[in-house]
């Protein structure tokens, strides 16, 4: 094991995306992430491309830097044999509702007892203390629920729609991340472990309307709540005389800027819509598509030739083939080919940050369900005696076992 966390042990019961998107930057940072995943394995095992059924594109990318040991949880055994993994562990993670972690009689309360100083987080729907505490939660409820498809009809849908990706899982993972590394933070300082609660609908709520609680941000409100320039239907990348190009023109020298490049400096004179941003902002959407009819008139690589030599913000619009192409990404070694031991050459995507010191990487390879069962019961001081029974009574697993 590397990294800054290294040392540091994670007992990681989440499943699906929101808490192992946390915990395979917690694995690359250094930390021992065990994830205990059910007989059946993580759903998301099953979901993507794979050369095995239980090794699918988004698991792999999900679930490096772990351990994998099979746990029955509702068995008396799986229990036992959490909460003595538990002792050692500085983190418990877990993406269930809390009264299903009461249910398997691994309440914070029952934790607790065997490890006063464990930081036991979980992310889940909502906030235990209104109404919907109990409720189920998806992405797709959360992303609903926090105004995101009416925010993609007031800029312009035809309809409401959810935004393409998992926004909502990976928001509250980050979220979550960040609140571990604070609460370890927190216990090397005072010695204190503690319990903390993600939710779901409040992260997500207060990531939208950063940008968009407007004038309702004062008491009475100013004006409608909402960022205008965000909302602008024409706020899209340009279409060009062969593609398109996604270009920010935002402050008084890049419009300037803009301006003399295309041999027209006079216009922010004479144009008083322009004359400073918040001016700009209120007349955004039809400056956004006048300039639209401007970028139509020349070829992309021209566009960002000149945009790059005006020191105009500018990117090409990428695809999903493109991306792998983009020369930043390649010149950066972005993605990265490696051979896992059972899935043969994998493309992956490096660890984004750059660090001076204690660099973090990639551990581990993902595993296959149950791996490191046997492994990780011995070091919980388990005989071999009693791993075959467990084995025997299907309370752990190992590859190729079935349920």
Same mark, same amino acid.
């Not at 979901?47 to 999900?62: E, K, N, T, V, Y």
């Not at 407007?214 to 062969?242: H, I, M, N, Q, V």
């Not at 020369?327 to 940050?353: D, I, N, Q």
């Given at each position: ?40 394995? +993580? ?282 192409? +983009? ?77």
């Amino acid at each position: 094991m590397s990294g800054p966390l290294k040392g540091v042990r994670v007992v990681d019961l989440t499943t699906v995306l929101m808490g192992p998107y946390a915990t395979v930057m917690l694995g690359d940072m250094g930390a021992d992430v065990i994830k205990i995943e059910p007989p059946q394995g +993580d759903l998301i095992r099953g979901i993507g491309p794979g050369r095995h059924a239980d090794m699918g594109s988004i698991f792999l990318h999900a679930n490096r830097s772990k351990r994998s040991i099979v746990l029955d949880l509702k068995k008396p055994a799986g229990r036992a044999a959490l909460l003595r993994l538990a002792r050692s562990a500085d983190v418990l993670f877990y993406n269930v509702r809390p009264q299903a972690m009461e249910r398997l009689g691994l309440s914070y309360d029952e934790v607790r007892k065997v490890n006063p100083n464990i930081i036991y987080a979980g992310v889940f729907g909502y906030g235990q203390d209104g109404p919907y505490a109990a409720r189920p939660a998806y992405d797709d409820l959360i992303q609903g629920a926090s105004c995101l498809p009416t925010l993609y009809k007031l800029a312009g849908g035809h309809e409401p729609r959810y935004v393409p990706l998992t926004m909502a899982d990976r928001v509250v993972g980050i979220t979550a991340l960040s609140n571990i590394l604070a609460a370890l933070y927190h216990r090397q300082r005072t010695g204190e472990g503690q319990r903390i609660d993600i939710p779901m609908f409040e992260t997500m709520t207060q990531f939208v309307l950063g940008d968009h609680m407007g004038g309702k941000s004062f008491e009475p409100p100013l004006g409608d709540a909402g960022y205008a320039r965000l909302l602008a239907p024409a706020r899209r990348p340009y279409r060009t005389s062969d593609g398109y190009i996604c270009v920010l023109i935002y402050n008084d020298k890049q419009w300037r800027s803009f301006f003399n490049a295309i041999g027209q400096p006079e216009k922010l004179d004479q144009d008083p819509r322009f004359s400073d941003l918040a001016v700009r902002t209120r007349h955004i959407n039809e400056l956004y598509n006048e300039i639209a009819e401007i970028f139509a008139g020349r070829p992309t690589e021209e566009w960002l030739r000149l945009l790059l030599d005006a020191d105009i913000p500018s990117m090409p619009m990428h695809d999903l083939d493109s991306i792998f192409d +983009d020369p930043h990404l390649t010149a950066t070694e972005f993605f990265r080919l490696s051979v896992h031991p059972t899935e043969g050459v994998l493309r992956s995507m490096r660890f984004p940050a750059t660090w001076s010191q204690s660099q973090p990487e990639p551990t581990r390879p993902t595993p296959r369900l149950g791996e490191h069962s046997r492994e990780v019961l011995r070091e919980a001081g388990y005989s071999d005696a009693e791993i075959a029974r467990m084995l025997s009574e299907k309370v752990t697993l190992e590859p190729g076992d079935t349920v």
